[in-house]
């Protein structure tokens, strides 16, 4: 195996490990918290407003120019792939934070933001802990 195929198993690894970390939380929060189960598709993007819907796009917006940007500083500057970890740090951060708000103020279960915020949580502390260990280079 070289140490191309080494990556993607790493990022397989800690893709499974983040999926099973947000799977239990989930359950724990649903369990202590009594929160129904959202009735929606996994890949489901409501918005609760028109205001919530600009807001959504525009963070999407930004956050494609500036994974172009960065990909740009990845291949043809030479950066390291940590690059794309921040900007994905900053867009995750960015996106949880608005989403929960936007639960906790109009969702008809105002308790689905404590899953919003584990969720992004769990995926910021795994990109934290990629970016300190180097586990992707």
């Known amino acids: ?19 099973v970390l947000n799977t239990f939380f989930k359950l724990l929060f649903r369990k202590s918290f009594n929160i129904e189960k959202e009735q929606g598709s996994f890949f489901s993007n409501k918005h609760f407003n028109e205001w919530h819907r600009k807001i959504d796009w525009g963070i999407r917006f930004t956050s494609f120019i500036a994974f172009i940007f960065t990909t740009n500083l990845i291949f043809i500057e030479g950066y390291s792939i940590n690059v794309l970890l921040i900007t994905s740090f900053c867009y995750i951060g960015i996106d949880y934070v608005v989403r929960a708000f936007f639960e906790r103020k109009f969702a008809r279960n105002t308790k689905q933001y404590i899953l919003t915020i584990s969720e992004g949580v769990i995926i910021m502390l795994a990109l934290l802990i990629v970016f300190k260990f180097d586990l992707l280079v």
């Open 1 to 19: 195996m070289g140490g191309g195929h080494l990556i993607w198993v790493n990022f397989a690894f800690i893709v499974l490990v983040v999926l």
